[in-house]
């Protein structure tokens, strides 16, 4: 199983604050996608990179799908309160195999 | 637009009842179908996936399984539930190859 490590698990930061969440891994992936879930709901995904080197920018949020296609990091600035809640990466290898998830990274922002 | 209905939102089920979790898609077709197990607040491990009518794929071994009677229509089952089957059931879709998966809103199962 190729296995996705996020990091850290979990952080708790001040309003304002800026703050980045790795994905790792030790294979290579067609694609990368980012995800956000709020409890008792299902993930909503943010954004997918395709392209090694892909930053993506949203609002506050910006995405980089590393060179080697093997790890990603999601950074936003100046944290607020709504940004709360589990962020997921997950990989694709080829075709219609199933996405790989990470474990998540738990972020709380504190006004 | 595409939607993707998952029911029910909450279940309460005694160790050794059935379960029967039901999830449609609308507005698409011959859609890949997922089913996955979230622990407490962590990640999203796969139990079940299905690229067309009858064909399910499992990951995992364990006394869970699923069908796919219709195109849009993906079913999560068990004869005996034990403790350990609590948890954060989320059903999803995609449209194949690279696309992101959609999910529903979950079921929250609890046995007792």
């Known amino acids: 199983t190729q296995l996705l490590e996020q990091s850290p698990q979990f952080l708790s930061i001040q309003e304002g604050e800026n703050l980045t969440v790795y994905c790792n891994s030790s294979s290579v992936f067609s694609s990368l996608q980012w995800y956000r879930q709020e409890p008792g709901e299902g993930p909503v995904l943010l954004v997918t990179v395709v392209t090694g080197g892909e930053v993506k920018k949203l609002k506050r949020l910006t995405f980089q799908f590393g060179d080697a296609r093997k790890d990603s990091s999601l950074h936003i600035t100046a944290a607020q309160p709504g940004d709360t809640g589990l962020y997921l990466c997950?990989?694709?290898?080829?075709?219609?195999?199933?996405?790989?998830f990470g474990k998540g990274t738990r972020l709380s922002v504190i006004a | 637009s595409q939607t993707i209905h998952q029911w029910p939102a909450t279940l309460v089920q005694p160790v050794g009842s059935p379960l029967s979790l039901e999830c449609t898609v609308e507005g698409t077709s011959n859609p890949n179908l997922y089913w996955y197990r979230q622990a407490a607040g962590r990640g999203l491990q796969l139990l079940f996936y299905?690229?067309?009518?009858?064909?399910i794929s499992s990951e995992v071994p364990q006394n869970l399984s699923a069908s796919r009677p219709q195109d849009r229509q993906f079913i999560l089952s068990s004869k005996k539930l034990l403790l350990s089957d609590s948890g954060f059931y989320l059903c999803a879709w995609s449209g194949g190859g690279f696309q992101p998966q959609h999910f529903g809103d979950g079921t929250r199962l609890s046995i007792l």
């Open positions: 997950a990989g694709v290898h080829s075709g219609n195999t199933p996405l790989v």
């Open positions: 299905s690229v067309g009518i009858g064909q």
